[in-house]
């Protein structure tokens, strides 16, 4: 997974601001964005940005792929049951 990816991520597990989450990683704003468009931090920065997708969202990873297969199940249910019946046409 690219560093962008993860930067965006950390931002929506930890609800830090863009801001918040420069001054932890001590850069400027202007370089928090750079990263967050596509940009790759130096390695000391990067080792710490793993370190942090570590803690915030790789926890939540199990819940959210289960999540994300109660609703693939339920959507393909309503589908299901919106199929047209033979009785439905006759």
């Known amino acids: 997974m690219n560093y ?3 930067l965006h991520k950390i931002l929506a597990f930890s609800g830090w601001s863009q801001d ?3 001054d ?5 704003n202007g370089t928090m964005s750079l990263w967050l468009r596509g940009k790759k931090p130096r ?3 990067a080792q710490v ?3 942090l997708y570590n803690e915030f969202v790789v926890p939540f990873i199990p819940t959210l792929e289960k999540r994300a297969d109660e609703i693939e199940a339920v959507f393909l249910a309503r589908r299901i049951t919106k199929l047209p019946t ?3 046409h006759k």
Do not use: M
């Open 4 to 6: 962008r990816t993860k």
């Open 20 to 22: 918040r989450l420069a």
């Open 24 to 28: 932890l990683l001590e850069v400027s």
């Open 43 to 45: 390695p000391a920065v």
């Open 49 to 51: 940005i793993d370190e």
């Open 86 to 88: 033979e009785q439905n």
